[in-house]
């Protein structure tokens, strides 16, 4: 069971089932968003670490085999978050630009999860 604290922010993969995650996501005072993007814009924003957490530069990788997997993944895990209603489409935007639009769009700093 996961457990969230005040102002928590949950970040789930879209490559894992969301089943010990939908309980708390699905509380009254859980604001639960999907972000969504192409599958070329998530695989340009794929960062490898090894088994400690280091990140891997010059990595040699197949951008199709890549972007092919994702689609897979993305198809394969959708059902397991239909059921979250807020979607935004980040569409390539860099992530502070991204959460800028999502604050405004969701007037998320008028709402009771900015405290």
């Not at 980040?90 to 769009?105: F, H, N, R």
Request: glycine share 0%; proline share 3%.
């Amino acid at each position: 069971m996961v457990k969230c604290s005040e102002n928590s922010i949950i970040a789930v993969s879209p490559i894992y089932y969301t089943a010990k995650y939908k309980k708390p996501l699905k509380e009254h005072d859980v604001f639960s968003i999907l972000l969504q993007d192409s599958p070329e814009n998530i695989a340009k924003r794929v960062i490898y670490t090894d088994e400690n957490d280091n990140l891997i530069e010059n990595l040699d990788i197949d951008i199709n085999r890549e972007i092919s997997d994702i689609k897979y993944f993305i198809s394969r895990y959708k059902k397991a978050f239909s059921w979250i209603e807020n979607r935004f489409d980040l569409c390539g935007k860099p992530v502070t630009q991204a959460a800028d639009e999502i604050i405004a769009s969701y007037s998320l700093l008028d709402s009771h999860l900015s405290h």
